[in-house]
Structures are given as C-alpha cells and as structure tokens.
C-alpha cells in the first residue's frame, strides 16, 4: 500500500478498493499518513467523488480505525443525528424520552460549529455537568438513566478526527462522501441498533437548498443501511430557529419548558416526528405514527423530565436539576429587547446570521481556544408569519456587556425581514428518506 498511489487513483477518477481505504483510514489515525498526503486525499475526493462501495468502505474503515462499543442491554440502541442548525436542541428532549420509551441513546455529540450551536456546550451550561466522559462512565450512565450525551474519546474513529481538521484547512469541507463518512463513522462506532438523520435545509442550515439536502440525506442513508445499521432520515426546516431561544444556557431552558409540559412549538414536534420514526423502526412501536404518540406521552406525564435529570446527576449535574432548573441556569448580565423598525409581517430570516450574532456574542467559537459563555444568546425570537406592529418585540438579547448588546441589536434587525403581506409559511418536516 502506498499513499501516493492511492492518490492517484483519485485524481485520474477510480475509487479506491477497501483494502487501500483501510490502510489510508490506519494511516491517518497513526500519522504514517502525512498532513499533505490527508490532504490531497480529501481534495481528491471532493473533486472526483467515490463509488457508493468505496463511501461504505472509507466510512467503516473510519469507524475501525479506533474503538467500537458493543452494548449488552435490555432494549435497542438507538440514536439520532442532525446536520446542524441554529435553535436546534432536540438532542436534549429526544435522548431522555425515548429512553422512557425503553430505548437505550448513548449519543456521541459534538461542539459549536460555525454559526450552529453544539449539544455538548448546551449541555455543560448545567453546573457541575461533564461530558468527557471515560468509556466505564458513560456506560454506567447509559445504564443508570437510559440515556447520555456525551464527548467522543480520543479513541473513537481517530481517522476521522485527523482528516477533518485537515478539511477544515483546506476548502474540503463540502464534499458529501467525506461529510457521510465523517458523520457515519463515529455513529457507528458507537454500536448503535437503529439511526434517524435530521437533515437540516435552508437559511440557517448549512445545506441551503432542497436539492442540497436530499443528496446528502440519501448518501447518508444508503451508506449507514450498507454498513449495517438500519436508518431513516427527515429533511427539516431551518429558514427560521427551531426553539424560541439560540444560546446554550436559554436553549436548556427551551427544553426544559418541553420536558416538563409547559410549551409543545416546533422543538417539540420535530422531536416527537424523528422520536416517531425511530421507535418504529426499532420495533418499539407498531408504526410511526403509534411512535409519535409514544413520545408525546413520555413529555407529557414527566416520565422523560425524569430520565433527563437521572442523566444529569449521573453526568455531574444538580441532583434536583427538573425541579429547579431556572434556578441552576446561568443569566447574562444585559438584557434588552429589539424592537420592529416598522409594522408588518415577519416574511424571512436569515438563520445563518442569527447564528453568527450568538458566535460574536460569545456563546459559540471564532478559535477553538474560546472559551464558551453559557449565558448569552437571543430568546423570545419571532417566527415567519407572525405580525409585528412598529416598536413591538423581535427578540431578546442576552449579553455580558451593553456594548455587545447593540452590535448585536443592529445585526439583528438586518437578519429579520418585515413585509405587507402575510408569507407562506414553510412545513416544519419537508421529506422523510427510507
């Protein structure tokens, strides 16, 4: 095996067998592979593509290139993954109420990316919460409360972890076979029995049109069903936040609201759809539609609320974090409203720079060496097809100083088009892939 071989196969437009892809995978995880052979490599698959074969192999050949989990427990082993958006939280909500619904979810999630939020910097605006977790804790805290969210160790799918900081460097990021197998890889080595993709589309997603959007949910899930992992996925609306708030610490709050019955909203039905879809497939309901109603129950007689807290005291968190959560939740120093310009009809978003608003405000990463504040965001966001008379509330700003409050102010009005006439409203659920 050689790497510049393998490179060359790309380049002239073969796809490389398995064995070859297997070999590249170990060398990027043990760096035998150089950072210009990875590369190349990456350049040479977004410029000539693979074969639906090779995507499997570099995918599972990424998976084995570190540690698999193998689980031994009472019910499937289910998860989900979205493809990232802003407002998008239903990480949180999903997790415990299908492990009320007798499935097992040990989700191995990831940071702020961009103008998207991360579940794990949502979940560690809890006190105390932590998310690196070795692999006997995290098993135990699947155990314990059915659920956990949690970091991926240095030792799931390393291949994938050294090619995407070299996509990131290299203009490489937006080629579906590198993002199926980069996606796909650390899922599967996870050992789950059942996946659900949300494929995010529109203004605050980072596939922007439905075509763009139903490619990749398609390679997805042609590529997990041909690894051996049964999947399903939503294409899911993103011209607009899905929960009200966008920032880690509101965005809990969001859920909170959900888990404990106090609001429903699109956070909620996007999470019983996908929720849906899952038992189903997973046999824990006869159809989808029965799975739906399944967790529909679990948010609204608290037993999900209960296997969130379980999870977050196992995780670290406030024993009586369900009972007291408004109290344990951080708060900005500066809060202020945004008010409309003029009367009208919410009519569009821009979603990506709602998302880059929360980044400048500090609840997300310009560098990875940011630190995180927990407590800033916008919440109380209008949705299209709202009315809005002159000087009424857009949203609210959280901040950590009055200065960041009006940069924030001016963007937001500029994000937010108001018009005469009422839009169409866009579906929350566009397509479902089998």
Not at 31 to 51: E, K, N, P
Not at 149 to 171: E, F, N
Not at 176 to 185: G, P
Not at 372 to 396: F, M, N, T, W
């Amino acid at each position: 095996m050689d790497a510049r071989a393998i490179i060359a196969q790309l380049r002239l437009g073969n796809s490389p067998s398995s064995d070859e892809l297997s070999w590249f995978a170990n060398g990027l995880a043990d760096h035998s592979v150089t950072d210009a052979q990875a590369g190349a490599f990456a350049m040479g698959v977004c410029l000539r593509g693979l074969s639906e074969e090779s995507r499997v192999a570099l995918t599972l050949a990424m998976r084995d290139s570190g540690d698999t989990l193998r689980w031994d427990l009472a019910g499937p082993v289910l998860d989900k993954h979205s493809t990232g958006g802003v407002g998008d939280c239903v990480s949180l909500v999903l997790a415990p109420a299908l492990a009320a619904c007798g499935a097992y979810v040990p989700m191995i999630s990831g940071r702020g990316l961009g103008h998207t939020g991360g579940t794990l910097d949502k979940m560690e605006s809890i006190p105390g919460l932590r998310t690196g977790l070795d692999e006997m804790a995290f098993r135990n805290v699947v155990d314990a409360a059915g659920c956990a969210i949690v970091s991926a160790s240095a030792d799931i799918a390393p291949a994938d972890k050294r090619l995407y900081a070299i996509r990131d460097v290299t203009g490489t990021v937006e080629s579906l076979d590198l993002i199926t197998a980069s996606i796909l890889s650390k899922k599967l080595a996870a050992g789950l029995g059942g996946l659900v993709l949300d494929v995010k589309v529109g203004s605050g997603a980072f596939m922007k049109t439905p075509d763009e959007a139903r490619a990749l949910a398609e390679s997805l899930v042609s590529t997990a069903n041909l690894a051996g992992c049964p999947t399903s996925a939503v294409i899911s609306d993103m011209n607009q936040p899905l929960a009200p708030s966008l920032g880690n610490a509101l965005e809990v709050a969001d859920c909170m609201e959900v888990l404990t019955g106090v609001k429903g909203g699109p956070l909620a039905d996007l999470s019983v759809a996908l929720g849906g879809v899952l038992l189903a497939n997973a046999g824990l309901a006869t159809d989808i539609e029965d799975g739906a109603g399944r967790i529909v129950s679990v948010l609204q007689d608290g037993r999900a609320a209960e296997r969130f807290g379980r999870m977050v005291s196992a995780m670290g968190g406030p024993v009586q974090f369900v009972e007291n959560w408004r109290r344990f939740l951080p708060e900005a120093t500066v809060i202020r409203e945004v008010v409309a310009p003029k009367a009208g009809y919410i009519t569009a978003m821009n979603g990506e720079a709602l998302g880059l608003v929360v980044v400048e405000l500090g609840g997300g990463r310009q560098v990875e060496s940011d630190i995180v504040d927990a407590s800033v965001g916008l919440s109380e966001v209008v949705r299209i097809g709202d009315r809005v008379g002159k000087g009424q509330p857009l949203l609210r700003i959280h901040a950590a100083r009055e200065d960041a409050a009006q940069r924030a102010a001016q963007a937001v009005v500029r994000a937010i088009s108001i018009g005469a006439t009422a839009p169409d409203i866009p579906p929350l659920v566009h397509e479902r892939i089998r």
